[in-house]
């Protein structure tokens, strides 16, 4: 499981048969891949951003942007 990502997840909860309907997923996109310790100043800034917009995701029946 040291390589599992999102796609094998996914898989496995299909293979399960517990994969829900819907799957919404958040990212951030990282300025640089290194072994720097912390975040990016990017990355930071995209904290809050992010964390709003999965609470409204949670908040919401389908989502503040949504158009289903």
Do not use: C, Y
Not at 20 to 32: K, L, M, N, S, Y
Not at 35 to 61: D, F, K, T
């Amino acid at each position: 499981m040291h390589a599992a990502g999102l796609a094998e997840a996914l898989a496995l909860g299909a293979a399960l048969g517990i994969l829900p309907e819907e799957v919404t997923i958040f990212g951030v996109q990282p300025a640089r891949l290194d072994w720097s310790p912390g975040l990016s100043v990017e990355a930071e800034a995209a904290v809050p951003v992010v964390g709003n917009a999965v609470l409204n995701e949670i908040w919401s029946p389908h989502g503040k942007d949504s158009d289903h």
